[in-house]
T-cell receptor, first 119, second 111 residues
Framework: EAEVAQSPRYKITEKSQAVAFWCDPISGHATLYWYRQILGQGPELLVQFQDESVVDDSQLPKDRFSAERLKGVDSTLKIQPAELGDSAMYLC?????????????????FGAGTRLSVL | RKEVEQDPGPFNVPEGATVAFNCTYSNSASQSFFWYRQDCRKEPKLLMSVYSSGNEDGRFTAQLNRASQYISLLIRDSKLSDSATYLCVVNAGTNAGKSTFGDGTTLTVKP
């Protein structure tokens, strides 16, 4: 079964350092999402890509976070500088984008996530 | 007020019990609805989509009430393996639009 790949699985860093997370979506999925999930809460959307274009980054703290998906396939999320409050699970998801799939194209498939601890 | 609200629980039920979760949403233009399951320290996985006419998958039944803006999930004959957090997801449109997750309802099924 195809999976969304994320790396690293765990990251420990000190505040003010830079961190980067990588995601490779399921092959052929045009839509890619980055979420942040704090313990006890649901995933919060940070950025959504359609192919290589950003379609929603309204909740992305742009002073320190950046995301790119240059070739419309894999994606990188960066934080610089990291702050204590950034400690969370960062989840990547992808979904198909085919007009004849109805609701199915909104189904999201998640990677295992990157657990970030900022000390 | 959050866009998608769920009772956080926890719900503690014995094996074999029937349990129901509700989820309310504030955007009346929402188009598609889902229930995801998330095991402890794992990623969310789709449990089932929610259709306007209601739908059933084995022991799980999902209902949508557009007039009152809520969706529900009913689990019959609970199993130990049903213990997880159940996330309600509301999507703004049919074109891979923005999805908003609730904070989840935690279920623990006990022997």
């Amino acid at each position: 079964e195809a999976e969304v790949a994320q790396s690293p699985r765990y990251k420990i860093t000190e505040k003010s350092q830079a961190v980067a997370f990588w995601c490779d979506p399921i092959s052929g999925h045009a839509t890619l999402y980055w979420y942040r999930q704090i313990l006890g809460q649901g995933p919060e959307l940070l950025v959504q890509f359609q192919d290589e274009s950003v379609v929603d980054d309204s909740q992305l703290p742009k002073d320190r976070f950046s995301a790119e998906r240059l070739k419309g396939v894999d994606s990188t999320l960066k934080i610089q500088p990291a702050e204590l409050g950034d400690s969370a699970m960062y989840l990547c998801a992808s979904s198909p984008d085919r007009g004849n799939m109805g609701l199915a194209k909104n189904i999201q498939y998640f990677g295992a996530g990157t657990r970030l601890s900022v000390l | 007020r959050k866009e998608v609200e769920q009772d956080p629980g926890p719900f503690n039920v014995p094996e074999g019990a029937t349990v129901a979760f509700n989820c309310t949403y504030s955007n009346s233009a929402s188009q598609s609805f889902f229930w995801y399951r998330q095991d402890c320290r794992k990623e969310p996985k789709l449990l089932m989509s929610v259709y306007s006419s209601g739908n059933e998958d084995g022991r799980f039944t999902a209902q949508l009430n557009r007039a009152s803006q809520y969706i529900s999930l009913l689990i019959r004959d609970s199993k130990l393996s049903d213990s997880a957090t159940y996330l309600c997801v509301v999507n703004a449109g049919t074109n891979a639009g923005k999805s908003t997750f609730g904070d989840g309802t935690t279920l623990t099924v006990k022997p």
